[in-house]
């Protein structure tokens, strides 16, 4: 490990052990150090000496890594009889796993998916997922190093609901001088830092934003005056829209004329993986369905009646929707427990595991040289990232690739599917809960009437734009807490994150 013990505890509590590892709860892969009794969590600190977390962490990482305690965990493989689960031993699995996996299988993965995780779905089958797969690089600086710029122009980034500590070093640049802008559909904790910020609706966010890029306004002719020292970041949900290839040749065009730094801020992967559209378009073919996290609460109804006939395996910590619909439950060990390669903000992080897992490996493990080449894949020497624990890679940049024009869509409402503070696997967690213990369908004053007939459940919301409609993908029928409309319910295609919305 590169971040050894430090030499006196930072924990005033009573404790038998300590490890290093890294958190891998998100993209920023802070360090840490597990303080442990026996097998149980006695304190968790961030490591002071990762130059990422700087001896932070926030407290989703805090409680996701409290995962393996939590009492709603599945913690055995469940197979479905009639409309219940009965509990099943490991062997019994294992032999209806063998003879399923060897048929047409496909993988979705979640967010949170590892480079171990990729393996195992790419030796089985077609390879999906949540995340946006990106083949350059999703930044191109380190984020600690944002804290340098003179000039944010932000398009919809709030890293409070996805990387929380890529917020630290936004609010660094902000407090130390730098012009930060934000536009956006919803007031987030960047707004609340930046020295000019609008509230839009998505098609008009993004026309004042394309406009910027070209030179227009204050703020345009700030990032044409100081080029290198600027940074644009645009957020997953904006990629993932009727708008997406717009703002890559916008931000590749920028980089180009200015010399300006970019960041993409959300879930991505550099590794190719199939949207959920094409997911919800092909998984007809497909006998198997093999599903890490919760896939199923992104589909329409409709698409939900061609899973009959099929067998859904869901891979889970929790009893979520998608694993109350499956046909075989399979608990899932958690960050921490294993080994693990988790995909950073342009870096790769090696974690070695810091607590005993609490549930059963039941899926096959992808050979080791499998991972390894992966890894090589990547431009980074597996032997070194062992070594080290983590190591940017060199993806090429955004300026290397083409990608199609497309024309602006226009709308007069829209409907955005994005965490607003708790992701779906938050939810689950009572450390989290009472940050929001509600969440139902939010929009503006004005808009909310004219919602409300179609969506009754749907709240006023001040610091959402006009003419948006927001849904959190932490919400599900299944859930138990504050059950609200889940996101795959609303009309419009399913991968999209941000799209017009079409009122019957």
Known sequence: MALPLTNKPLTAKPFERAVSSYCGWCSVSCGLIAYLNGDELADLYGHPADPDGVGSLCSKGIAYNYLHASPFRVTRPLVREGSSFRPVDGREVKR???????????????????????????????????????????????????????????????????????????????????YLFSVG???????????????????DAVELFLNLLEGEGKEGRLLKELGPQALLLISQ??????????????????????????AFVGHFSPLPVKPLSAFVDELEQYEVLLLFGNPLTYLPDEKLELLKGKTLISVSYFPDFTALKSDIILPREAKGEKAVTNRGVGFLAFSPPFLKPRVPSLLPEPPKEAVRELVRSLGVEPERLEREGKVFYELPPVTEFSFPEEKT??????????????????????RLLPLEPERPLYAAPKTAPRLKPYFPEVRE???????????????????????????????????WRVAPLELE
């Not at 559909?185 to 609008?198: D, I, N, P």
């Not at 009727?242 to 300006?260: D, H, S, T, W």
């Not at 869509?409 to 009572?430: A, I, M, N, P």
């Open 96 to 178: 209806r796993l063998e003879q399923l996996l060897s048929k047409k299988v496909a993988v979705f993965l979640d967010r949170y998916f590892t480079l171990e995780e990729y393996a195992l779905a790419r030796s089985l089958g077609e390879v999906y997922s949540e995340v946006t797969y990106l083949p350059f690089n999703r930044t191109s600086d380190r984020p600690r190093l944002w804290r340098e710029k003179k000039l944010v122009i932000n398009l919809g980034v709030e890293p409070v609901s996805s990387e929380v500590m890529l917020a630290r070093w936004l609010v660094d640049a902000a407090e130390k001088g730098a």
């Open 185 to 203: 559909h919803r007031v987030g904790s960047l707004f609340q830092k930046a020295r000019r910020f609008e509230l839009r609706k998505p098609d």
């Open 237 to 262: 949900s904006y990629l993932e829209s009727p708008f997406g290839n717009l703002l890559l040749n916008a931000v590749k065009r920028a980089v180009e004329l200015y010399g300006c730094s970019y």
């Open 409 to 430: 869509v226009r709308s007069e409402l829209w409907v955005v599917k994005e965490e607003l503070l708790l992701e779906q696997l938050g939810r689950w967690f009572t």
């Open 461 to 495: 919301d001040a610091c959402s734009a006009e003419g948006v409609l927001l849904v959190s993908p932490a919400y599900e029928e299944s859930q138990p807490f504050n059950p609200s409309t889940r996101p795959g319910a609303l009309p419009g295609r399913p991968g």
